[in-house]
């Protein structure tokens, strides 16, 4: 009985026992929702703006190919095209596209979307020299990278 | 004494740090993060086709674009700004005035509609296997046209071969070409808007593609504003005259 005394008069201090719970529903908000990047960008790439643009809706669905001028100053001004992790010639598109088409289940090979990170800057015979050894490989469906614009 | 030790047991282990460490991994999560998805211009590009040199097209058809090295728009052999694009690619598209160099749209009636389906019908009846393929193509277009005039009534097409020819110079700025792409889209999307407004009361932008009825809507404005952006061949522009 003198226990219940001896509370009286104190606010009992607020029970932190939830707070590990409150944390760790935000983190597996963001483990869910996180995308890594999973490429190491060799080339800068400033993609251009427009407005009329779609989002890539199936991630897994979507290979991506980087063409901007190098990172390391070294390598000169001239755009590159990185495939992957590494810079590429424009005959290891071939090959990609193959590995690409390989990594999926066969009836979704028609839909796999070859989006072209390419900078603003690229002069087009190299995007158009890109796009004839796509449609060589029979990887037709591609999507023009763009940021968003206003 | 002795009886306050055999109270006490295996002591509670202290969750306190337990909230740290969620912390900590909370913020490596915070900070890796990329919520954006990857946005853009989709196209398809066609095929390789071997023997291109049969293909004659009605130049009244095509609009043409043709972007020089220095970024300077032609279009159908004018120069012009691109902020006036938009609404050449819709004059092309529509051809209010019966122009003659610009593509004639015509009507499709049901009746019409109908005949054709019967006669590739009484076709697919007939045919062996190797040419089935063709006629069910046949049944399927004609089946989409009747669709399309049960939603919005008769409508204008334009003929098959119409389309919007871009072509770029080799030096064109890659943030040019993606510019006029966007111009064209918009033309597109434009028109499209319009019609779904005007038949639907919803823009065409705002028509659900995972609802049957709206999936049918969309179809019939495709048809009747096709998208028919031709990534063409590259061609050597210093070659033509």
């Known amino acids: 009985m003198s226990r219940f005394k001896e509370k009286k008069g ?13 944390i760790f529903m935000l983190l597996f908000f963001f483990m869910v929702t996180t995308v890594m990047r ?14 009329e643009v779609t989002k890539l809706e199936d991630k897994a669905l979507v290979d991506y190919l980087y063409i901007g001028p190098p990172s390391n100053k070294q390598l000169g001004t001239e755009p590159l095209l990185q495939l992957n992790d590494d810079f590429a010639r424009l005959d290891e598109i071939d ?12 009836v979704l090979r028609g839909k796999i979307t070859r989006s072209l990170k390419v900078d603003k800057d690229t002069y ?19 999507n023009y990278s763009t940021s968003r614009g206003r | 004494m002795l009886k306050k030790r055999a109270k006490q047991g295996p002591g509670e282990i202290n969750a306190g740090s337990m909230a740290d460490i969620a912390f900590l991994l909370l913020i490596f999560f915070l ?5 954006d998805t990857d946005v853009g211009i989709l196209r398809l590009l066609p095929p390789i086709v071997e023997d291109q040199e049969s293909e004659i097209i009605n130049q009244r058809n095509v609009y043409e674009v043709l972007v020089n090295d220095a970024d300077m728009l032609l279009v159908e052999k004018e120069f012009i700004d691109i902020k006036d694009l938009r609404a050449g690619a819709k004059e092309f598209m529509t051809n209010p005035s019966n122009l003659d160099n610009l593509p004639a749209r015509t009507r499709v009636s049901a009746a019409e509609c109908r005949e054709q389906l ?5 076709w697919l009846a007939a045919a062996d296997d190797s040419s089935k393929a063709r006629f069910e193509e046949g049944v399927k277009k004609w089946e989409g046209k009747l669709k399309a005039i049960e939603l919005i009534g008769d409508y204008t097409e334009l003929p098959n071969d119409a389309l919007i020819s871009l072509q770029t110079g080799s030096k064109t700025s890659y943030n040019m070409y993606v510019q006029v792409q966007n111009e064209l889209e918009s033309a597109i999307r434009e028109l499209r808007d319009e019609l779904s407004k005007e038949k639907f009361g919803r823009k065409f932008t705002e028509l659900d593609e995972k609802n049957d009825v709206d999936q049918d809507r969309i179809k019939a404005v495709r048809l009747v504003y096709p998208q028919r952006i031709s990534e063409a061949e590259p061609v050597d522009l210093t070659k033509k005259n």
């Open chain 1, 10 to 22: 104190s606010t009992p201090a607020i029970s932190t026992a939830s707070l590990p719970d409150i």
């Open chain 1, 38 to 51: 999973e490429v190491d960008l060799k080339v800068k790439v400033v993609l251009p703006e427009a407005k």
């Open chain 1, 95 to 106: 090959p990609w596209v193959k590995a690409g088409n390989d990594r999926r289940d066969e």
């Open chain 1, 124 to 142: 087009m015979k190299f995007v158009t020299d890109v796009k004839q050894e796509l449609r060589k490989s029979n990887a037709l469906k591609i």
């Open chain 2, 31 to 35: 900070v890796t993060t990329t919520m």
């Open chain 2, 118 to 122: 019967a006669q590739y019908k009484g």
